[in-house]
């Protein structure tokens, strides 16, 4: 069994306790340690950053990484597969996209296509709703974590109002019986969600 490579750390809790925090072997070892104690309750582990569930098996630690042998490169000319519209030597990928008749028209008007037009658009777009963005995936991932682990717990439905709020001062309040390790992590998390 391979141990996963993750973009992120990973963090898990044994109940309401914090086991480690870090890359995945450091991690499935402590989950491994924590199990054979018999830790109370179950071992819940999570991407550090967006809250996704992660599945430590402790049986993958120290298992040797393998890589796949890279394809053949063949020069044969016959085997190449036509190449379609686009420039996928620079990443570039044609996709279907459906606009109403006077959007193309507008399209059609602009300096270097609809295509350089339509990336001018989403490069400006993305640039300018960055903030707001972090602050999505800010909210996404605290509410992630704290369904899966603070449910049951008290204020819970009104920490929740409070973090898509914005209102920093009342989540943290709410928040403030918590579980300590499970509290802090949600109030991590929840950070940048703040502005």
Do not use: C
């Amino acid at each position: 069994m391979l141990s996963p490579v993750l973009p992120n750390p990973i963090i898990a809790f044994a109940g309401d306790q914090l086991i480690a925090q870090g890359d995945f072997a450091e991690v499935a070892l402590a989950v491994q340690a924590a199990q054979e104690r018999g830790v109370g309750g179950p071992v819940l582990v999570f991407d550090a950053v967006t809250s996704e569930p992660v599945d430590v098996d402790p049986r993958a630690v120290g298992a040797a990484p393998t890589t796949l042998a890279p394809a053949p490169e063949t020069t044969d000319e016959s085997t190449e597969s036509p190449r379609g519209p686009g420039r996928p030597k620079l990443g570039v990928v044609a996709r279907e996209v459906t606009m109403l008749p006077r959007h193309w028209d507008w399209l059609a008007t602009q300096p270097g296509g609809a295509s350089a037009a339509l990336r001018r658009l989403v490069e400006q777009a993305r640039s300018e709703s960055v903030s707001r963005d972090r602050v999505r995936r800010a909210q996404e991932s605290a509410y992630r974590f704290m369904s899966a682990v603070l449910g049951n717990q008290p204020h819970f439905e009104d920490a929740t109002r409070a973090l898509f709020a914005g209102d920093r001062e009342r989540f943290t309040a709410l928040s403030d019986p918590w579980p300590r390790d499970l509290r802090d992590h949600a109030r991590h998390l929840a950070d940048a969600s703040f502005l």
